[in-house]
T-cell receptor, first 113, second 117 residues
Framework: AQSVAQPEDQVNVAEGNPLTVKCTYS??????LFWYVQYPNRGLQFLLK??????LVKGSYGFEAEFNKSQTSFHLKKPSALVSDSALYFC???????????FGAGTILRVKS | DADVTQTPRNRITKTGKRIMLECSQT?????MYWYRQDPGLGLRLIYY???????NKGEISDGYSVSRQAQAKFSLSLESAIPNQTALYFC????????????????FGPGTRLLVL
């Protein structure tokens, strides 16, 4: 069965500094990987996905993620954090021929000015 | 995302009561999902439906039922609510993957916050 681990409950970073939110996964076969963001009192919003091709995927709001097959990771990154990036971030995985997304527990990102 | 709406947005109910959460979408998607979100557990899939005649259990379907009244509507019922069903509930939709792929992006409603006393 597939699973997702987000090892950090919370990540704190200063505005203007680079940020990384970690995600590792376990799945049979090729993975389809997603990042979603949840702002307070809102539903989840799609940020980016990896299906195939370049390991570095660019998404919304300046975020990017790097797929590393050998380390089974899909870390979310941004070169320069904004206070408005503060939110709850979810990594999700689905096997290539599966029907269901499995979500990680989420990581709270706090960006301080 | 205004294309996926959920009603009510907040609900307080008592143990043993039957309640229904509703989801509507204007995205024209065939696939719809119900999740619950609990702190530290992320989102867990309750039920999903790939078309009007298709209903499937997710990982935590016990105590819940669903109805797909139309392509655009997918409701979740708690037949006899219990306190451990207190959670944030999300509806999501997705389109049918393009031929030769299995990928999809899910679009989420704003959530329903449910408190069972």
């Amino acid at each position: 069965a597939q699973s997702v681990a987000q090892p950090e409950d919370q990540v704190n970073v200063a505005e203007g500094n680079p940020l990384t939110v970690k995600c590792t996964y376990s799945v049979s076969g090729n993975p389809y990987l997603f990042w979603y963001v949840q702002y307070p009192n809102r539903g989840l919003q799609f940020l980016l996905k990896y299906i195939t091709g370049d390991n570095l995927v660019k998404g919304s709001y300046g975020f990017e993620a790097e797929f590393n097959k050998s380390q089974t990771s899909f870390h979310l990154k941004k070169p320069s954090a904004l206070v408005s990036d503060s939110a709850l971030y979810f990594c999700a995985v689905r096997p290539e021929y599966g029907n269901k997304l499995v979500f990680g527990a989420g990581t709270i990102l706090r960006v301080k000015s | 995302d205004a294309d996926v709406t959920q009603t009510p947005r907040n609900r307080i109910t008592k143990t043993g009561k039957r309640i229904m959460l509703e989801c509507s979408q204007t995205k024209g998607h065939d696939r719809m999902y119900w999740y619950r979100q609990d702190p530290g557990l992320g989102l867990r899939l309750i039920y999903y439906s790939f078309d009007v005649k298709d209903i499937n259990k997710g990982e935590i379907s016990d105590g819940y039922s669903v109805s797909r009244q139309a392509q655009a509507k997918f409701s979740l019922s708690l037949e006899s609510a219990i306190p451990n069903q207190t959670a944030l509930y999300f509806c999501a939709t997705s389109g049918i993957p393009a031929p030769g792929t299995a990928q999809e992006t899910q679009y989420f409603g704003p959530g329903t916050r449910l408190l069972v006393l």
